[in-house]
């Protein structure tokens, strides 16, 4: 059962891993986003 | 299509859960590996997605060679990217089961060493995308991503037609399956599916968000020479 348990595990772990980098390069995006904004507020 | 996507992923969830519950609970346990057999339905549907990811990729890449569309290009990089992620769940789930049935974690099998290389062509793919900055990457990508996709029927067909540890094929080439297992095994593949199907669409949105922000900061610096902000042009290079 510990082989099957951590099977499971070690793919919600993976999909998960790579959800989390997915969220991070959205956030680092809008971040960008953000600053860009700023910057052309400052402008006008 | 923004209200669309909650929605469908409180379904896919919903999905998930019911083929989990399939897998574990539902399905019979198999007379000669007991539970250990049930990594199978997480890893022969895992294997089956990335496939189709990259007869995707591969077609997508073929597009983009023939009219230069970003939008196939997009395509290519998307399912590149999320068919890597599930092919490595089929190189991590196949050892964890290999371990008990077989007693060794890996052997320097056909279809096993078949699929590493195919996991490691397209982790290069990604490799080449993101770190190379030439003009000429998504083309590249591409050639590489169409000479990638002949490993795919290899993987898939060298158990049919060569003798391997790996075990049989349980639909078409001689195979056969219990009839609830099969179940089970097209539940969880229809819920992989579809989850796959939704990580692309928001990696697609993620990367076209990129591009545009990238195009649109290039342009600003192209306007304005002399700003301290310095950002330069990454076309073609995944975000």
Same mark, same amino acid.
């Given at each position: ?33 953000? +600053? ?5 507020? +400052?402008?006008? | ?18 083929? /989990? ?31 189709? &990811? ?11 060679? @023939?009219?230069?569309? *970003? ?15 599930? #092919?490595?769940?089929?190189?991590? *789930? ?5 371990? %008990? ?10 279809? &096993?060493?078949?699929? =590493? ?25 591409? !050639? =590489? ?7 795919? %029927?290899?993987?898939?067909?060298? @158990? ?16 056969? @399956?219990?009839?609830?297992?099969? $179940?089970?095994?097209? @539940? ?5 599916? #579809?989850?796959?199907? &939704? !990580? #692309? ?7 076209? =968000? ?5 195009? *649109? /900061?290039?342009?600003?610096? =192209?306007?304005? %020479?002399?700003?301290? $902000?310095?950002? *330069?042009? %990454? ?5």
């Amino acid at each position: 059962m510990n082989y099957l348990y951590a099977a499971y595990i070690a793919t919600w772990a993976i999909h998960i891993a790579y959800l989390a980098t997915l969220l991070r390069r959205y956030t680092r995006l809008r971040d960008e986003i953000a +600053e860009f904004k700023t910057r052309i507020e +400052e402008k006008s | 299509m923004k209200r669309v996507f909650p929605i469908l992923a409180v379904l896919t969830a919903a999905l998930l859960s019911y083929a /989990l519950y399939e897998a574990l609970v539902a399905a019979p346990t198999e007379q000669t590996m007991g539970d250990v057999q049930r990594i199978f339905y997480y890893h022969v549907p895992s294997a089956w997605t990335a496939f189709i &990811l990259f007869f995707v990729n591969f077609f997508a890449s073929i597009a983009y060679l @023939i009219w230069r569309n *970003t939008k196939a290009d997009i395509v290519a990089l998307v399912t590149a990217e999320v068919g890597v992620v599930f #092919c490595t769940v089929v190189l991590v *789930t196949g050892p964890i089961w290999a371990r %008990p049935v077989w007693g060794i974690w890996w052997t320097w099998d056909l279809r &096993l060493t078949l699929t =590493l290389v195919l996991w490691l062509i397209y982790v290069s793919y990604l490799v080449l995308r993101r770190f190379s900055s030439s003009g000429q990457t998504p083309l590249l990508a591409a !050639v =590489l991503a169409v000479f990638g996709a002949l490993d795919v %029927p290899l993987v898939y067909f060298s @158990i049919w037609f060569f003798r391997t540890q790996h075990p049989q094929p349980v639909i078409g080439g001689g195979g056969s @399956i219990d009839p609830r297992m099969l $179940h089970v095994l097209l @539940i969880n593949w229809a819920a992989f599916s #579809c989850f796959a199907a &939704l !990580v #692309c669409w928001s990696r697609y949105r993620l990367e076209v =968000l990129r591009r545009e922000v990238d195009e *649109t /900061l290039a342009l600003e610096a =192209l306007l304005e %020479p002399r700003s301290s $902000h310095t950002r *330069t042009s %990454p076309t073609g290079r995944a975000g």
